[in-house]
């Protein structure tokens, strides 16, 4: 038999059926082959392989996802995030104060630069690093503060700009010492990705319908 670890900076989901990678460090998905899915599978429920699916599992430890160790040790299971329930968006009826409004728009050009210049590890890493700094505090944002964060969305017509908005967002309310979780999720037939912003039950971001149709793959 041999055990396997996971790569640092590795994460994985199954959705709709089906088993996905995210390499962050490579800023790349990568879907888990059929021939793969009965060896990976045993893999995950018992920490480690048999002798019969080394062979199977080659093109993961090719792709470095998967890490031979001497050590077995349980696999590390797929991310789990509170389930959506309930969206900020469905509950905002406040006009945004001046200078949350201003933080919001800086917040938002930070994000977008950073993202065009840094690997996505590191800014993943940055904002890993500034939630930690910020603590966790239980009391959720107003609603005067997401709605300054959400005018500056359609100011700086950040649609299908998921990853940008909600890095901004998680960055914008750690000012104001709320620490929500950033949330990247895939489904599968046909692929996509997706991320958003939540507060336990509650999507700060997005509507619960969409992101219902995906997969949580990683949270910070």
Same mark, same amino acid.
């Given at each position: 038999?041999?055990?396997?670890?996971?790569?640092?900076?590795? &994460? #994985?989901? $199954?959705?709709?059926?089906? /088993?996905?990678?995210?390499? $962050?460090?490579?800023? %790349?998905?990568?879907?888990?082959?059929?021939?793969?899915?009965?060896?990976?599978? #045993? @893999?995950?429920?018992?920490?480690?392989? @048999?002798?019969?699916?080394?062979?199977?599992?080659?093109?993961?430890?090719?792709?470095?996802?998967?890490?031979?160790?001497? *050590?077995?040790?349980?696999?590390?299971?797929?991310? *789990?995030?509170?389930?959506? %329930?309930?969206?900020? @968006?469905?509950?905002?009826?406040? %006009?945004? +104060?001046?200078?949350?409004?201003?933080?919001?728009? #800086?917040?938002?050009?930070?994000?977008?630069?950073?993202?065009?210049?840094?690997?996505? +590890?590191?800014? !993943?890493?940055?904002?890993?690093?500034?939630? /930690?700094? /910020?603590?966790?505090?239980?009391?959720?944002?107003?609603?005067?503060? !997401?709605?300054?964060? !959400?005018?500056?969305? *359609?100011?700086?017509?950040? &649609?299908?700009?998921? @990853?940008?908005? +909600?890095?901004?967002?998680?960055?914008?309310?750690? &000012?104001?010492?709320?620490?929500?979780?950033?949330?990247?999720?895939?489904?599968?037939?046909?692929?996509?990705? &997706?991320?958003?912003?939540? #507060?336990?039950?509650?999507? !700060?971001?997005?509507?619960?319908?969409? *992101?219902?149709?995906? /997969?949580?793959?990683?949270?910070?």
């Amino acid at each position: 038999m041999q055990a396997y670890g996971l790569r640092a900076g590795v &994460h #994985y989901c $199954v959705a709709d059926g089906a /088993t996905t990678f995210l390499d $962050v460090d490579a800023d %790349r998905y990568f879907g888990l082959p059929a021939s793969c899915q009965e060896a990976f599978a #045993y @893999l995950v429920e018992n920490g480690v392989a @048999l002798d019969k699916h080394v062979r199977a599992l080659a093109p993961l430890t090719a792709a470095t996802l998967l890490v031979p160790t001497d *050590i077995p040790e349980r696999f590390p299971l797929p991310t *789990i995030v509170p389930e959506v %329930r309930e969206s900020a @968006l469905d509950l905002i009826d406040a %006009r945004p +104060s001046p200078w949350p409004f201003l933080r919001a728009w #800086y917040c938002q050009a930070q994000a977008k630069r950073d993202l065009s210049r840094k690997p996505l +590890s590191q800014v !993943l890493a940055n904002l890993s690093n500034r939630k /930690t700094g /910020t603590g966790q505090n239980k009391v959720p944002p107003s609603s005067k503060i !997401l709605a300054a964060f !959400l005018e500056t969305s *359609i100011v700086t017509q950040t &649609h299908d700009q998921c @990853l940008r908005r +909600s890095i901004a967002m998680v960055n914008y309310l750690a &000012h104001y010492t709320c620490s929500p979780l950033f949330v990247i999720g895939v489904r599968n037939n046909p692929f996509e990705a &997706h991320a958003w912003v939540q #507060y336990d039950g509650m999507a !700060l971001n997005d509507d619960v319908e969409k *992101i219902g149709r995906f /997969t949580p793959i990683l949270a910070i």
